[in-house]
C-alpha cells in the first residue's frame, strides 16, 4: 500500500476510535466497578497509568541488578551487547569514517543501527541536553532503564524515530550504600575504576531525599598495546616526516598567505627516509620512525601506534532528588544532576593539508639544512610525525598528539504532582539543562611555521626551522650545528590553545493531566492530554588561530570560520486514550502536533496501538505510528566550506584512481534539511503458561525515509563519481580514469566546469582530491524487519537453590536501504564503503543462567553476534594481511561469568563481594586488512578481563 495511502487509513482510523468513544453516554460514569484492586504503574511508552501485565508497545526493562551482574565496566560497554542496538560507540577507531563517529567518549544508545539521533532519551522521564548515557546518572542511583522499540513522536515528539530510553533514577531510599568496582585486563594495559555512593532518607515531615554520585577512571589503550591486530591493520598515509617535496618556481615568501609560486618537476624524496628505523615491527610503538621508502619516490608515515583503542576518561556524577509532599493530594519535587568528563584524545602530531602546505610554505635554497638546493615545497609532508624534535606536549610514550576535551553537563528540574480528583492527576515541570565543552586543543601556528622556514622563525624573528628528516639525530645527515631544531623554536611553532568549542542549552516546560474519561460497557475509558514548550540554544565557537587566519588546519585560502549561534523553539500538544473495546480488548490512540516556530515546521504524528488478553496469561499487541526527527539547529546552519578539517585517511579515488589519503575531510551545516520520518508497525505477544515461565515475540517492520546523515568522506566521493557518469554519459564499467583517456579527459572537463560543491581537487596533481566537505543531509531511506524474541523461566528446587534462564534475540529478516539510487540489500553484510548503515549481523542475542541459594548466588551470559559478509576495500600493501579466505567477518560468541558473595549480618551492616570474568574465553577480533586491523564496530579488542565489586550498606 502506498506510504500516503496508509497514512490516510491511519488518521481515519484515530477519528474514528475517538469519536466512537465519545458517543457513549456520560451517564456510564456513575457505574462501579466489582473488580479488586490491583496496583497501577505508568510505563515509557504511555502517559497512562495501565496495570495490565504486558503493554500495547515493546517495551524492554533493564534493572540495576542486570547491570551489575553483568560486570560491564559501564553502562555503554552493557548496552553495546543488547540485540537491539548496533554501533554502539564504545571502542575508539580512526575508522571512524563511516556509520558514525567511534570515539569510546560519550556511548549513546543506537537503536537498530539506525544512528544515535534517531533514538530518544529521557532522564527521569524528560530530554535530556546530552544524551551520553555514562553521565546521564550515577550508576548507582540508576533504578531501571525502560526502551521503547517502536518509535515514540506520538507521545514524545521529535528524535523518536526508531523508539525511546527512559533512565529513570532511585528517589525513594532511605539508608547509605557505597560500591567500589576495579576490572582490568589480562596483559594489564588498562582498568577501570569507580566508586559510587548513595544517601537517602524519607523524613517524617514528608520530604524524601536522595543524593548519590560516583567517581569513574578509564585508562587509555592505545593500538600498540594490542600488537596483533596492529600488525594487520592499513594506518599509513604517504605524507609523513621525512616527507616528500618538489622544487617550487617563482615563490614569493609570504607568512600566512600564498607565496604565488609553482611546484615543478617530480618528487624529491627525503634522504633521511627509511635511514633510522631501528624498530621496523608494525605492531610496536614508535615503529618505522624515518618512514617507509616507496616507489615513485615516496615516504610512507606508519600512524597507527599513535591511536587508541580506548579514550582515557575522568567522569564525575552528581543526582540529588528530593520530594515534599505538601498534602495528600499535591507532591512537589526538586532535582539536580551534575556531569563532568575529562577525555583523552589521542592522534597523529600534525595533519597533511595541501593546500596550506602547497601554497603556503617555502623552503628556500639558502636554508641551511636543505638537501635539494633549489628552492622547494612540501608535497607529501606533515610539520612533525615521529622523528626530529616534537612539540612539548607530545606523548613520550606513544608518540601522539595527547590533547583534552572537557564536557560540564548540568540539569535541574522542578515539577509538582496534583491529584485533582480521585480519578485525574496533573503533573508540570521546567526543566534547565546546559552542556558545553572545553578543549585543550595542541595546534600549529601557520605564519610561525612559513616564517621559520625562511629563517625568520623564534621570538627574535632569527631562527630556522629544519623540516626535514636531518632534524633527528638518529639521522645520517644530522649535524648538530645547522639541521637541529631547538625545543624553544618548534613549541612556538606548535603551541597550546585552550578554548570553548560549543554550548548547548535546553529548556522545557511541560503539563499534562491523566485521568478516568468515562465508564463504558468493557470499563473505564482514560485519557491524557498535555503541553511542552521546548528552547534550545546552541553556540559552536570557532578555534583561535582558525577565526584570525593563522590555524595550519584552515586553508589560508578561503575566509576563516566564525563562532554562531543558533536557536529553535517548539511548542507541541499531545493528546493519548486508553479505550476498552471489549473486556480483553484494549486500543491505545495517540496523536502529537509539534510547532517548530524557528524553521516555521509543523508535524503531526499518530499512533494506535491494541491489546487484547486472548487468555489470562496471554496477550496479543499490535501497534502502527509515525516517527519524526526534526534538523538540528547546528546541522541547519549555513555552509561553510573551511569548518571542522582534518586529515582524509583512507580511501581510493574512482575518478582519478588514486587514494584519497593526505587531503582535508570539513564539515559544515546545511540550512536546507528537512526532517526525517519513519512508519513503524509492531505485532507481538506475551505468554505466561506457567508462574515462571515467560515468553514473548515481537514482528517489526520500519520504513525510514529522509534520513539525516552526516556522510562519509568516502560517500561524498561516491556521489561525486556518479554525477560525474552521468553528466558525460558514462558508466563504472566503462570508465578509464587513465590520464589521456576519453572518458578521464570528459572527467576532467567535468571538473572544470564546476564539478560537486562539496569536494576540491587540485588540477596541478592529476586532479587529486585535496578537501571534501561533508553536510547533513537528507540522503537516504532504510527499511528494516525483524523478530525480537525473550524468554525467562525460574526452577525453585528444595536443596540446590533457584536457577533462572533466560533468552534475548534479535533476528533481522531485511536491511535496505537506498541513497537517491537503486535499493541496496545491507542485511548480513559489512557495509564497510558506506557511511548509510552500520554493520548488520542477521542475529544478535543473549543467553543468561543465573543460580542464588542464601547468600550465594552466580550467573554466566553469552552474547553473541552471527558472522557478516566483508565488503571493505583490502589494504594490505605493507602487511600483507589478507583478506577472509570464506569472504566472512566470522561469528562471535562472548561468555561472561560471575559470582556474588552476601554477608547481612557484618556488623549490623549488608556486604556483597562480586567476583568475574568478562569473555571468559578470551576470544580476540577477527584480524583484517582495514583501519584498526578488524571490525571495532562488531567485535571488541579487551580480551579477557577481571573485576571485583563490593557494595555496603550499613544498618544506620
Avoid at 820 to 829: P, Y
Wanted: aromatic letters at 10%.
Amino acid at each position: 500500500m502506498p506510504i500516503k495511502n496508509q497514512k490516510y487509513y491511519l488518521r481515519t482510523m484515530i477519528q474514528a476510535l475517538v469519536s466512537g468513544s465519545l458517543l457513549v453516554p456520560a451517564l456510564a460514569l456513575a457505574q462501579q466497578s466489582d473488580t479488586p484492586e490491583v496496583e497501577e504503574v505508568v510505563v515509557t511508552g504511555s502517559f497512562i497509568r495501565n496495570s495490565a501485565f504486558a503493554q500495547n508497545n515493546p517495551v524492554d526493562t533493564v534493572t540495576q541488578s542486570d547491570i551489575l551482574e553483568s560486570g560491564a565496566a559501564s553502562m555503554g560497554n552493557y548496552i553495546r551487547d543488547l540485540p537491539y542496538t548496533q554501533n554502539t560507540n564504545t571502542v575508539a577507531n580512526v575508522n571512524a569514517g563511516n556509520s558514525g563517529a567511534q570515539s569510546s567518549v560519550g556511548t549513546t544508545f543506537n537503536l537498530r543501527g539506525l544512528g544515535e539521533n534517531s533514538t530518544l532519551t529521557l532522564m527521569d522521564g524528560s530530554r535530556s541536553v546530552d544524551s551520553g548515557i555514562n553521565t546521564l546518572l550515577p550508576e548507582i542511583a540508576i533504578d531501571r532503564l525502560e526502551v521503547v522499540l517502536d518509535g515514540g513522536s506520538a507521545l514524545y515528539g521529535s528524535d523518536a524515530v526508531a523508539g525511546v530510553v527512559n533512565l529513570i533514577p532511585v528517589k525513594d531510599f532511605d539508608g547509605f550504600r557505597v560500591r567500589l568496582y576495579h576490572q582490568f585486563d589480562e596483559p594489564q594495559d588498562f582498568e577501570d575504576n569507580k566508586i559510587g555512593v548513595m544517601f537517602g532518607r524519607n523524613f517524617s515531615n514528608g520530604i524524601n531525599y536522595v543524593f548519590a554520585a560516583d567517581y569513574a577512571r578509564t585508562t587509555p589503550l592505545m593500538m600498540y598495546e594490542r600488537p596483533r591486530t596492529l600488525r594487520a591493520a592499513y594506518g599509513w598515509a604517504n605524507s609523513g616526516n621525512p616527507g616528500v617535496w618538489r622544487e617550487l618556481d617563482g615563490a614569493t615568501p609570504n607568512p600566512g598567505q600564498v607565496h604565488g609560486g609553482e611546484l615543478v618537476g617530480g618528487n624529491l624524496n627525503d634522504p633521511s627516509c627509511g635511514t633510522f628505523n631501528d624498530v621496523t615491527d608494525f605492531g610496536a610503538a614508535n615503529n618505522n620512525p624515518s618512514g617507509i621508502v616507496r616507489p615513485g619516490n615516496n615516504c610512507f608515515f606508519n600512524y597507527n601506534a599513535q591511536w587508541p583503542l580506548a579514550e582515557g576518561r575522568t567522569e564525575y556524577n552528581i543526582f540529588q532528588n528530593m520530594t515534599f509532599d505538601v498534602s495528600d493530594r499535591v507532591q512537589l519535587e526538586a532535582q539536580m544532576s551534575l556531569a563532568n568528563r575529562e577525555s583523552e584524545n589521542h592522534n597523529t602530531l600534525s595533519y597533511q593539508l595541501n593546500a596550506n602546505n602547497r601554497e603556503g610554505l617555502v623552503v628556500p635554497a639558502a636554508h641551511p639544512a636543505n638537501p635539494f638546493d633549489v628552492d622547494v615545497g612540501p608535497w607529501l609532508w606533515r610539520p612533525f610525525a615521529a622523528a626530529g624534535t616534537l612539540p612539548s606536549y607530545t606523548d613520550l610514550k606513544t608518540g601522539a598528539r595527547k590533547q583534552t576535551y572537557d564536557d560540564t553537563i548540568q540539569r535541574y528540574k522542578v515539577g509538582a504532582r496534583f491529584d485533582l480528583t480521585n480519578s485525574w492527576t496533573a503533573n508540570s515541570s521546567y526543566s534547565w539543562q546546559r552542556t558545553h565543552r572545553d578543549y585543550t586543543a595542541r595546534m600549529i601556528n601557520m605564519p610561525n611555521l612559513a616564517s621559520a622556514l625562511i629563517g625568520q622563525g623564534g621570538p627574535n624573528g632569527n631562527e630556522w626551522f629544519n623540516p626535514f628528516g636531518s632534524a633527528d639525530m638518529r639521522s645520517p645527515f644530522y649535524d648538530a650545528a645547522t639541521t637541529a631544531n631547538n625545543q624553544a623554536l618548534v613549541d612556538w611553532i606548535a603551541p597550546t590553545v585552550p578554548f570553548r568549542t560549543s554550548q548547548r542549552e535546553l529548556a522545557v516546560f511541560e503539563v499534562n493531566t491523566t485521568g478516568d474519561l468515562y465508564e463504558l460497557p468493557a470499563g473505564m475509558a482514560q485519557m491524557a492530554i498535555g503541553y511542552q514548550m521546548r528552547d534550545i540554544d546552541e553556540w559552536n565557537y570557532a578555534n583561535p588561530l582558525s577565526a584570525a587566519g593563522t590555524d595550519y588546519n584552515t586553508s589560508i585560502i578561503d575566509t576563516p570560520p566564525t563562532s554562531r549561534n543558533y536557536g529553535s523553539r517548539v511548542q507541541a500538544a499531545y493528546l493519548e486514550f486508553e479505550v476498552p473495546l471489549l473486556d480483553t480488548l484494549d486500543a491505545q490512540i495517540a496523536v502529537r502536533h509539534e510547532n517548530f516556530t524557528t524553521y516555521d515546521l509543523q508535524t503531526t504524528t499518530p499512533k494506535v496501538a491494541l491489546r487484547w488478553e486472548a487468555l489470562p496469561e496471554l496477550a496479543i499487541r499490535a501497534s502502527i505510528g509515525e516517527s519524526f526527527l526534526a534538523p538540528t539547529p547546528a546541522d541547519a546552519r549555513p555552509f561553510d566550506p573551511n569548518e571542522n578539517c582534518g586529515e582524509i585517511f583512507f580511501g581510493n579515488d574512482p575518478i582519478t584512481g588514486g587514494v584519497l589519503n593526505g587531503g582535508a575531510t570539513c564539515s559544515s551545516g546545511n540550512p536546507g534539511l528537512a526532517p526525517e520520518t519513519s512508519d513503524i508497525w509492531n505485532v507481538g505477544f506475551t505468554w505466561e503458561p506457567l508462574d515462571d515461565l515467560t515468553l514473548s515475540m515481537d514482528y517489526q517492520s520500519i520504513e525510514y525515509t529522509d534520513r539525516i546523515r552526516t556522510l562519509g568522506t568516502l560517500d561524498i566521493v561516491a556521489i561525486e563519481f556518479e554525477e560525474m557518469l552521468a553528466a558525460i554519459g558514462s558508466t563504472p564499467a566503462a570508465y578509464d580514469p587513465t590520464p589521456g583517456s576519453a572518458t578521464r579527459e570528459a572527467a576532467n572537463a567535468w571538473i572544470a566546469g564546476g564539478g560537486l560543491s562539496n569536494v576540491t581537487r587540485d588540477i596541478s596533481d592529476n586532479q587529486r582530491v585535496s578537501r571534501v566537505v561533508s553536510q547533513a543531509q537528507n540522503v537516504s531511506t532504510v527499511w528494516v524487519d525483524l523478530f525480537d524474541a525473550r524468554a525467562s523461566y525460574t526452577m525453585d528446587t528444595n536443596n540446590w537453590g533457584s536457577f533462572t534462564t533466560s533468552l534475548n534475540a534479535t533476528y533481522n529478516t531485511k536491511y535496505e536501504y537506498a541513497d537517491g539510487g537503486e535499493v541496496v540489500d545491507a542485511l548480513g553484510k559489512q557495509n564497510g564503503r558506506t557511511g548509510i548503515v552500520a554493520p548488520v549481523p542477521k542475529v544478535k542475542g543473549q543467553a543468561r543462567l543465573s543460580w542464588i541459594r542464601d547468600k550465594h548466588s552466580a550467573s554466566a551470559s553469552w552474547n553473541y553476534q552471527h558472522h557478516v559478509e566483508f565488503d571493505d576495500n583490502v589494504n594490505n600493501a605493507l602487511t600483507g594481511t589478507p583478506a577472509p579466505a570464506d569472504g566472512k567477518i566470522r561469528a562471535q560468541g562472548i561468555v561472561n561469568a560471575q559470582y556474588t558473595y552476601l554477608m547481612d549480618q557484618y556488623f549490623d551492616s549488608e556486604v556483597t563481594f562480586s567476583v568475574g570474568v568478562s569473555n571468559l574465553f578470551d576470544e580476540l577480533p577477527q584480524r583484517l586488512p582495514v583501519l584498526g586491523g578488524f571490525e571495532s564496530r562488531l567485535h571488541s579488542p579487551w580480551g579477557r578481563q577481571f573485576w571485583i565489586s563490593a557494595d555496603w550498606r550499613p544498618g544506620f
